[in-house]
């Protein structure tokens, strides 16, 4: 059975950083593209940022360009988010998911199969 | 960005009548190469993730209920319940796969009557 789990949240003020982790595991986790979304409480999904499947090909979306940084160490089956600069429209649930395509890049046109429960990320002096 | 549109934003239908939901890209998401629709449906119940429902504009994820059906190329897509069931109350979103940023609709919430 596939599972992602999310960690890392906390309640952070403005300008700190955070590094959330999502552990996998019930798939090989160096053979597929992972992605971190986003849903503010009550309202849509926004896609965060993805990595291939070797960790070489990263995207971010423009609300955090610049300012977060997508990894991954196949090694631990682990997939991070190192937030920085925080803003207070950085508080969300962030979710980690699974690409479907077999060693696919960030961008390969594919769906996602799977997606971790989510964890919260709070920004507030 | 491809802007994802949908409607309506809320439904509510009554046990075993059909919902129908729609979509729509600002953009085609139809790749002509292959003949494919990058567009899939999820379905979020409260306090749960996302889980996928329809991938390709109109393939059943395997163990998906075919109560759930889907249709739809280029710019125009649909989602029906065919006969609701009161485990199907859920906000359903599509979303976009054909470009990055992959983007999302608003969310349809369905209901029961």
């Known amino acids: 059975e596939v599972q992602l789990v999310e960690s890392g949240g906390a309640l952070v003020q403005p300008g700190g950083s955070l590094r959330l982790s999502c552990t996998a595991s019930?798939?090989?986790?160096?053979?597929?593209?992972l992605h971190w979304v986003r849903q503010v409480p009550g309202k849509g999904l926004e896609w965060v940022a993805g990595?291939?499947?070797?960790?070489?090909?990263?995207g971010y979306g423009d609300s955090v360009k610049g300012r977060c940084t997508i990894s991954r160490d196949n090694a631990k089956n682990s997939l991070y988010l190192q937030m920085d600069s925080l803003r207070a429209e950085d508080t969300a649930l962030y979710y980690c998911?699974?690409?479907?395509?077999?060693?696919?890049?960030?961008?390969?046109?594919?769906?996602?199969?799977?997606w971790g429960q989510g964890i919260v990320v709070t920004v507030s002096s | 960005d491809i802007v994802m549109t949908q409607s309506p934003e809320s439904l509510a239908v009554s046990l075993g009548e059909r919902a129908t939901i729609n979509c729509k890209s600002s953009q085609s998401v139809f790749y002509n190469s292959n003949n494919k629709n990058y567009l899939a449906w999820y379905q979020q119940k409260p306090g749960q993730p996302p889980k996928l429902l329809i991938y390709l504009a109109s393939t059943r994820e395997s163990g998906v209920p075919d109560r759930f059906s889907a249709s739809g190329s280029g710019t125009d897509f649909t989602l029906t319940i065919s006969s609701l069931q009161a485990e199907d109350v859920a906000v359903y979103y599509c979303?976009?796969?054909?470009?990055?940023?992959?983007?999302f609709g608003q969310g349809t919430k369905v209901e029961i009557k």
């Open positions: 019930g798939f090989t986790f160096n053979d597929y593209a």
């Open positions: 990595i291939s499947w070797q960790g070489h090909s990263v």
């Open positions: 998911a699974k690409d479907n395509l077999f060693r696919g890049y960030f961008d390969s046109s594919s769906h996602w199969d799977h």
């Open positions: 979303q976009q796969y054909y470009t990055i940023p992959r983007t």
